[in-house]
């Protein structure tokens, strides 16, 4: 199985600061054939179910805002919110699609400083 | 409105079973494999099950391998699971999800849309 870890395991950022959390796969989740990463970004807010955010590791779904940003090949992976905003407080977790089973990150828990 | 709701989930006793239901609404159901993933309380998210939207091929979490079936049936827009030999592990809320990409007889790749879940609680 493809072990997904998430650093930090949370972290406090001011309003309108960066935020940055880490994904690290035990091995590499990029298709040579295609040069795709196969890993995905969701937000899941308390007592909502997960929301996706960014497929193909860099690839941000419709309507998410332009803040969140994805980055990283092979094993290392990067979300970044560019300009923390108070409904961005939530839990955020990898995924990764490469093989079977799909495997998640612990998550990261992001809130206000 | 494109949605998926979770129905089915509740008290069972370690051992039992229970069949948890998704009925999905606003797409073309048979084009997306479909998947379960639950969240044991205060944890975070576990890949259980996934059925494929054309052939119906079926993909196990080693956790409940032997234990769960997952269905569908696509002239209803609905998928199930059933869930044998429960263990108090297996607490947790099931989601159900959709694939983010459409055709294929493959296991779901990632999930675009997500159920309120269901929760399921295993305890004497």
């Known amino acids: 199985d493809i072990v997904m870890t998430q650093s930090p395991d949370s972290l406090a950022v001011s309003l309108g600061e960066r935020a940055t959390i880490n994904c690290k796969s035990s091995q590499s989740i990029l298709y040579s054939s295609s040069n795709k990463n196969y890993l995905v970004w969701y937000q899941q807010k308390p007592g909502q179910p997960p929301k996706l955010l960014i497929s193909w590791a860099s690839t941000r779904e419709s309507g998410v805002p332009d803040r969140f940003s994805g980055s990283g090949s092979g094993t290392d992976f990067t979300l970044t919110i560019s300009s923390l905003q108070a409904e961005d407080v939530a839990v955020y977790y990898c995924q990764q699609f490469y093989s079977t089973p799909r495997t998640f990150g612990q998550g990261t828990k992001v809130e206000i400083k | 409105e494109v949605q998926l709701l979770e129905s089915g989930g509740g008290l069972v006793q370690p051992g039992g079973s229970l069949r948890l239901s998704c009925a999905a609404s606003?797409?073309?159901?048979?084009?997306?494999?479909m998947s379960w993933v639950r969240q044991a309380p205060g944890e975070g998210l576990e890949w259980v099950s996934s059925i494929s939207g054309s052939d119906g091929s079926t993909y196990y979490a080693d956790s409940v391998k032997g234990r769960f079936t997952i269905s569908r049936d696509n002239s209803k827009n609905t998928m199930n699971v059933q869930m044998n030999s429960l263990r108090a592990e297996d607490t947790a809320v099931y989601y159900c999800?959709?694939?983010?990409?459409?055709?294929?007889?493959?296991?779901?790749?990632?999930?675009?849309?997500w159920g309120r879940g269901t929760l399921v609680t295993v305890s004497s």
């Open positions: 606003g797409f073309t159901f048979s084009s997306y494999a």
């Open positions: 999800a959709k694939d983010g990409l459409s055709g294929g007889s493959t296991n779901a790749r990632y999930f675009d849309l």
